[in-house]
């Protein structure tokens, strides 16, 4: 799948080959595995803001977490800094970059570039979505890849599935929000990345470096991990879990703006923290971390930020593929959900 990158494949093969939402949806996260990092965390440059009105902290942290994409979503502007760290068997990788976020609704473009080295060569990720088309362009020591997704036909296809599927039209109150997200890259992407594939606990509040936030610690929902590796989800201990597949996640949002201002994906090793106090904070060596500071809400963005042009390489257009992927997806969802019916209405008639 065109979001995973070849560290990834080579160590995973089989998660390449499963669950078409990976193609969807995670660009991020998993295009940065074993290639984008961050350095050690830590919250700069807060921008002011009137406080937001008073949330219920005690909600379920998916409603929380919903929250926060559904501001994120409601912000006309958003430029910011990157820092960021990831872990590859056992060398960490670090770098930086830049994230540009404009428009809402259907008026919304956004831009991520990422640096980093590798190999002691530079490597770089740029991520586009004009309005049209997600670009991903990707640049590693073995050479330079660009990909398109046709976001539109995506998002119609999404729209149609939702009214033909034989599945429950709405599985959660944020499914809308999921929705309007797919394929659109950005930060939006990859909070609903996070909201379809994990389950949170509700926020605790923390000091960050004199910056209140609110921590979200999320673990697998079960049925996203049997998508990837289907043993884990029934499995009794971590011994045979992936060095390279996250276990567990944390958000830490501001406390006065619900900004994401990190994003932490942690490895098995670190698995303890899912249930401790200290993992509302930032772990020493993380799997994968994304650290925005400097952080706008009314910075001036030039048209070009958002027009990509890939030049005189081959690119590839993967919609239909990603397409393909989620027709069999659907009908994988629904066949297992009348076989799940079928079950429940003959328990019911032979009691």
């Not at 700069?44 to 379920?60: H, I, K, M, N, R």
């Not at 929705?179 to 923390?206: K, S, W």
Request: aromatic share 8%; glycine share 6%.
């Amino acid at each position: 799948m065109r979001r995973f990158t070849a560290i990834f494949r080579q160590q995973n093969p089989r998660v390449a080959l499963q669950s078409p939402r990976i193609a969807i949806r995670g660009l991020c996260w998993l295009a940065c595995i074993g290639l984008l990092t961050l350095a050690e965390a830590r919250v700069d440059g807060a921008p002011p803001e009137t406080p937001l009105p008073s949330l219920d902290t005690t909600a379920s942290g998916d409603q929380f977490l919903a929250e926060v994409l559904a501001t994120l979503e409601r912000r006309p502007s958003v430029a910011a800094r990157l820092r960021y760290q990831a872990r590859v068997h056992e060398e960490t990788l670090m770098g930086s970059g830049k994230y540009w976020q404009r428009g809402v609704g259907n008026q919304r473009v956004t831009r991520w570039e990422m640096q980093t080295q590798v190999a002691g060569q530079p490597a770089s990720y740029v991520q586009v979505f004009d309005g049209t088309h997600l670009w991903t362009d990707r640049t590693l020591p073995s050479g330079r890849t660009v990909h398109r997704l046709d976001v539109g036909r995506l998002q119609s296809r999404l729209r149609t599935a939702t009214v033909n599927a034989r599945l429950p039209q709405a599985k959660a109150p944020w499914d809308p929000l999921l929705a309007e997200a797919a394929g659109q890259g950005g930060l939006t992407e990859l909070l609903a990345d996070l909201l379809q594939r994990y389950t949170f606990a509700p926020p605790r509040t923390v000091q960050l470096n004199g910056l209140a936030v609110y921590a979200l610690v999320g673990q697998w929902r079960r049925t996203e991990l049997e998508k990837l590796w289907p043993e884990l989800a029934t499995a009794e201990s971590t011994a045979s879990w992936p060095r390279q597949l996250p276990h567990h996640v944390l958000l830490l949002a501001g406390k006065n703006n619900l900004f994401p201002y990190v994003i932490e994906h942690r490895r098995v090793a670190d698995a303890s923290l899912a249930a401790s106090a200290v993992g509302d904070r930032p772990a020493r060596d993380p799997l994968v971390r994304y650290e925005l500071f400097e952080v706008q809400f009314a910075a001036a963005m030039d048209d070009s930020l958002f027009e990509f042009k890939p030049g005189d390489v081959q690119w590839s257009d993967e919609t239909t593929l990603v397409l393909e992927r989620l027709h069999d997806e659907q009908a994988a969802a629904a066949d297992a959900a009348a076989t799940e019916a079928a079950r429940r209405q003959q328990a019911t008639s032979t009691r």
